[in-house]
T-cell receptor, first 115, second 112 residues
């Protein structure tokens, strides 16, 4: 049972345009969501996160939107740059009270930003 | 920011031997560390949760006698793959709290 789903294995966009990466989840207990960027043979690099009490969080070119009723979140990258080309993982966890709960990852989306 | 160091970054071993992977939190104390595994083009799958001073909690389907986890201090957790076989070849990554969910750089294990 896959609790975090990234249904698009890949996405290709032009430099300067917006990249939108989507993620759906099924476990209503999840209350904290994260996006990671990953290159082959490297550990994931944290990008941005959002708590379930918010519906939007922005950090520079990266914005994450959360729609709790739809159990859906998305990562927007504007403007996209060639250096953004990587695999992006969506992850979710139960963070209430600062508990040390595991992250559940989606399968990732390979983003390619073309010059 | 929080740094998690993982060593070695890659290792090749013969089938039947054991390999130890270290995960260190460099600038914070980590009461809990997590060990993940990633097969090619797959997601990161949690193997076990390592708690300082107590036994690790393994996910369903992960052999605790094969993947030995030790978390003897607040800054170090180790994963030992015992009697490694080619199917254990994978990318192993650790992460630590409480400084967010910071990941190590990963270890590429190849069993020949």
């Amino acid at each position: 049972d896959q609790q975090v789903k990234q249904n698009s294995p890949s996405l290709s966009v032009q430099e300067g345009r917006i990249s939108i990466l989507n993620c759906d989840y099924t476990n209503s207990m999840f209350d904290y969501f994260l996006w990671y960027k990953k290159y082959p043979a490297e550990g994931p690099t944290f990008l941005i996160s959002i708590s379930s009490i918010k519906d939007k969080n922005e950090d520079g070119r990266f914005t994450v939107f959360l729609n709790k009723s739809a159990k859906h979140l998305s990562l927007h990258i504007v403007p996209s740059q060639p250096g953004d080309s990587a695999v992006y993982f969506c992850a979710a966890t139960i963070d209430s009270g600062g508990s040390n709960y595991k992250l559940t990852f989606g399968k990732g989306t390979l983003l390619t930003v073309n010059p | 920011g929080a740094v998690v160091s993982q060593h070695p970054s890659w290792v090749i071993c013969k089938s039947g031997t054991s390999v130890k992977i270290e995960c260190r939190s460099l600038d914070f104390q980590a009461t809990t560390m997590f060990w993940y595994r990633q097969f090619p083009k797959q997601s990161l799958m949690l193997m076990a949760t390592s708690n300082e001073g107590s036994k690790a909690t393994y996910e369903q389907g992960v052999e605790k006698d094969k993947f030995l986890i030790n978390h003897a201090s607040l800054t170090l957790s180790t994963l030992t793959v015992t009697s490694a076989h080619p199917e254990d070849s994978s990318f192993y990554i650790c992460s630590a709290r409480p400084q967010g969910y910071t990941f190590g750089s990963g270890t590429r294990l190849t069993v020949v």
